[in-house]
């Protein structure tokens, strides 16, 4: 039976494992998985259920940078019986797990996947992350991440940098496919005005030091002309505008749309990133069509292929300085623009990314089907 056949003869139950946006986190894998659920539910021919893994509380405060490790094990046994329950209820014909990849993840995930091993269900293991960054080394991590590839019965990975480190596994014979995010076409602009001269740039991200935040302070010093706009909350690290210059505006956390508005009133993305995986923010950006200044860290360099932005390395204060004094031209700004639209919509819509992972859904159900 081929996949056209399974997919007009029979509706699929699908379980995606997976955190969903709250208050309490703000980050791609949970709009990541609001906006794939979303897709799936416009096809005729799926069922979709969601086992929320946020980590939580029993209060729904955020917890996964706490050391709490009660309220983690907690979280975690709450998830694991609403998976168990879903695939005794629901019966699904595929798991789609989504994984960040730390070394406490990696085990987790493991318990989830011998769960769902003993039913003989097909699992998509789908790692939300650049994979070698997350595991870092650690033994810990590679030993479960080894074990739970092998349990899974596909692999996704946002890029190619994290497709190598699973190929380069020893005994890794589970496919892996390269997936990248997505969002709605309605979402991506026809075009975008470009002024003679930058004025207005913008982040959007965590306000964290990995994502590069230092530096953007570094830059904003050298350009007090310029005005930074940074699309997030307060964090920890930083938990007040004391640390930052005049001509740096911090929003605090923003819908969507909002962050559109900022995305559409901005000149620059600026994104100084030191680890990443497929940043649905620098999406956003490339789909308002604008001009990009990022580092040669996960994705990034698949994405912007030279040619939607300018790339530097990681941590590189002097990097970022010529990179925004020449991104000034307008000319290049322009094919920037245009050629990020472009990208966008033949590659990163709705209409293509949910539809590809469908496919390997498919393909996974017919091969149980038919061994």
Same mark, same amino acid.
């Given at each position: 039976?081929?996949?056209?056949d ?7 139950r699908?379980?995606? #494992? ?38 939580? *509380?029993?209060?729904?405060? &955020? ?24 695939? *005794? *209820?629901?019966?699904? &014909?595929?798991v789609?797990?989504?994984t ?24 998509v ?29 596909? #692999?996704?990975? /946002? ?7 699973? $190929? ?17 076409? @309605?979402?991506? #602009?026809?075009?975008k ?13 965590? /306000?964290?030091?990995q ?27 930083y ?24 995305? *559409? ?13 497929? $940043? ?21 360099? &698949? ?18 300085? @010529? ?5 000034? &031209? ?10 990020n ?31």
């Amino acid at each position: 039976m081929s996949n056209t056949d399974y997919n007009s003869n029979k509706k699929i139950r699908v379980l995606l #494992v997976s955190p969903l946006p709250c208050s309490a986190s703000f980050g791609g894998i949970g709009i990541w998985t609001a906006r794939f659920a979303e897709a799936l539910k416009q096809k005729q021919n799926v069922e979709i259920r969601i086992v929320n893994s946020i980590p939580v *509380d029993n209060n729904g405060k &955020d917890i996964a940078r706490s050391k709490n490790i009660f309220k983690k094990f907690n979280c975690n046994i709450r998830i694991l019986k609403n998976v168990k329950r879903e695939l *005794d *209820d629901f019966k699904p &014909d595929v798991v789609h797990l989504n994984t960040s990849c730390t070394p406490l993840a990696c085990a987790r995930d493991h318990v989830f996947l011998k769960a769902i091993f003993k039913k003989h269900i097909p699992t998509v293991l789908h790692c939300r992350c650049n994979i070698e960054d997350q595991i870092n080394n650690n033994k810990f991590g590679l030993f479960f991440f080894k074990k739970n590839i092998r349990l899974a019965s596909r #692999v996704l990975v /946002l890029n190619e940098e994290s497709n190598h480190f699973v $190929s380069a596994l020893k005994n890794a014979k589970t496919q892996c496919f390269i997936v990248p995010n997505f969002l709605q076409k @309605n979402c991506v #602009v026809k075009n975008k005005t470009i002024k003679q001269h930058i004025e207005n740039v913008s982040f959007v991200g965590h /306000l964290l030091k990995q994502k590069g935040i230092e530096e953007i302070i570094t830059l904003a010093k050298e350009f007090p002309n310029l005005h930074f706009t940074l699309a997030c909350g307060y964090t920890e690290q930083y938990p007040n505008r004391n640390h930052f210059p005049q001509n740096v505006e911090i929003t605090g956390n923003l819908s969507v749309n909002d962050v559109f508005q900022i995305l *559409d009133k901005s000149d620059v993305f600026l994104f100084p990133t030191h680890s990443e995986g497929f $940043s649905n923010a620098l999406l956003e950006a490339m789909a308002r069509g604008l001009p990009v200044i990022t580092t040669n860290v996960g994705a990034n360099t &698949d994405m912007l292929e030279n040619k939607g932005g300018i790339i530097v390395d990681a941590k590189s204060n002097e990097q970022l300085k @010529n990179a925004l004094i020449k991104i000034d &031209d307008e000319l290049i700004r322009k094919e920037m623009s245009a050629w990020n639209i472009d990208k966008v919509m033949k590659s990163y819509i709705d209409d293509i990314v949910p539809s590809n992972i469908l496919n390997i859904y498919f393909d996974l159900i017919t091969c149980v089907t038919n061994p």
